[in-house]
């Protein structure tokens, strides 16, 4: 199977702007989780959607929010960018594996924001 | 708040030594504990994944050690090679989906 695709793999915003990143999950996966990736704060947890419902957010303003599609695909959006919102986006698609759900990551997105 | 705990920050091992990581949580509601490795430019790969009912999982050169009393985990790479040079996260989830990550291991093996 192919793995999880994120598009696009690089992306140069200035302060202000909104983005928004897109993730195809691994064919058959319904669950579609998104993570930030940062020198400082490390790998933090976003949102995950299932079934096109938000099931799960962590703590991260109401600046960015998420969908996902009928076709499991999902997309997260940015909006009023500031420096600090500069970080590796990484999207992941789960199964259900020994009775757990287990993560699949994609290549992620490099935001800067300048 | 940081619910999982993870050292040291950095490793040098020799080639062919053991490498080893460790990591402890606060949350006794976690029940599902994977191990990531991570090249630059790539996304986390998942490495091995252990439940608290088993004190240990082996998959070839990597094994798990589980310690649920002392709500301690650890990743041990026996042989370690060049090419394990990484990152490694290790991670925790209370079966909601929600990974909560430690702050990374950089792993250098040296040749």
């Known amino acids: 199977k192919a793995g999880v695709t994120q598009t696009p793999r690089y992306l140069i915003k200035t302060r202000g702007q909104q983005v928004t990143l897109s993730c195809s999950p691994i064919?058959?996966?319904?669950?579609v989780s998104w993570y930030q990736q940062t020198p400082g704060q490390g790998l933090q947890f976003l949102f995950e959607?299932?079934?096109?419902?938000?099931?799960n957010k962590g703590n991260f303003p109401g600046r960015f929010s998420g969908r996902q599609f009928s076709n499991s695909r999902s997309e997260m959006n940015v909006s009023t960018l500031e420096l600090g919102d500069s970080a590796l986006y990484l999207c992941?698609?789960?199964?259900?594996?020994?009775?757990?759900?287990?993560?699949?990551f994609g290549p992620g997105t490099r935001l800067t924001v300048l | 708040q940081q619910q999982v705990k993870q050292s040291p920050q950095s490793l040098i091992v020799q080639k062919g030594g053991i490498s080893i990581i460790n990591c402890a949580y606060e949350?006794?509601?976690?029940?599902?504990f994977p191990w990531y490795q991570q090249f630059p430019g790539k996304g986390p790969a998942l490495l091995i994944a252990?439940?608290?009912?088993?004190s240990e999982k082996k998959e070839g050169r990597f094994t798990i050690s589980f310690n649920k009393s002392a709500k301690q985990f650890s990743l041990h790479i026996m042989d370690s090679q060049p090419g394990d040079s990484a990152t490694y996260f290790c991670?925790?989830?209370?079966?909601?989906?929600?990974?909560?990550f430690g702050a990374g291991t950089i792993l250098r093996v040296k040749s």
């Open positions: 992941a698609s789960s199964e259900v594996r020994d009775g757990t759900d287990t993560q699949y």
């Open positions: 064919s058959g996966h319904r669950s």
């Open positions: 959607y299932f079934s096109e419902t938000q099931r």
């Open positions: 949350n006794t509601a976690f029940d599902y």
């Open positions: 252990i439940r608290p009912d088993v």
């Open positions: 991670a925790a989830t209370d079966h909601r989906n929600k990974l909560v």
